[in-house]
Nanobody, 115 residues
Framework: QVQLVESGGGLVQPGGSLRLSCAAS????????MAWYRQAPGKQRELVAS???????NYADSVKGRFTISRDNAKNTMYLQMNALKPEDTAVYFC?????????WGQGTQVTVSS
């Protein structure tokens, strides 16, 4: 059974930083392309950043230069370092493979950027 568990969210002021983690089990983590997605209130879920098994990365234009995705295959864990956070980054952040599989979605972790 696949389990993806997100953590590290919280409340942060504009300009602040957070580091999200995604712990994976039940999948051959090292061979899959993983991604961070987010869903803001009233909006559709969107892909924020992805990373291939070889470490190649891709980012949504809205987060380029501010967010960094990484993975540790030995720990079956993926990360998202978020810097220079903006109020529009407020959302629930999820991890999943690419493309997202319906039965892999976890609870997500809430990120709120507000003064």
């Amino acid at each position: 059974q696949v389990q993806l568990v997100e953590s590290g969210g919280g409340l942060v002021q504009p300009g602040g930083s957070l580091r999200l983690s995604c712990a994976a089990s039940g999948i051959i983590f090292r061979i899959v392309t993983m991604a961070w997605y987010r869903q803001a209130p009233g909006k559709q879920r969107e892909l924020v950043a992805s990373i291939t098994r070889g470490g190649s990365t891709n980012y949504a234009d809205s987060v380029k230069g501010r967010f960094t995705i990484s993975r540790d295959n030995a720990k079956n864990t993926m990360y998202l370092q978020m810097n220079a956070l903006k109020p529009e980054d407020t959302a629930v952040y999820f991890c999943n493979i690419v493309p997202g599989r319906d039965n892999y979605w976890g609870q997500g972790t809430q990120v709120t950027v507000s003064s």
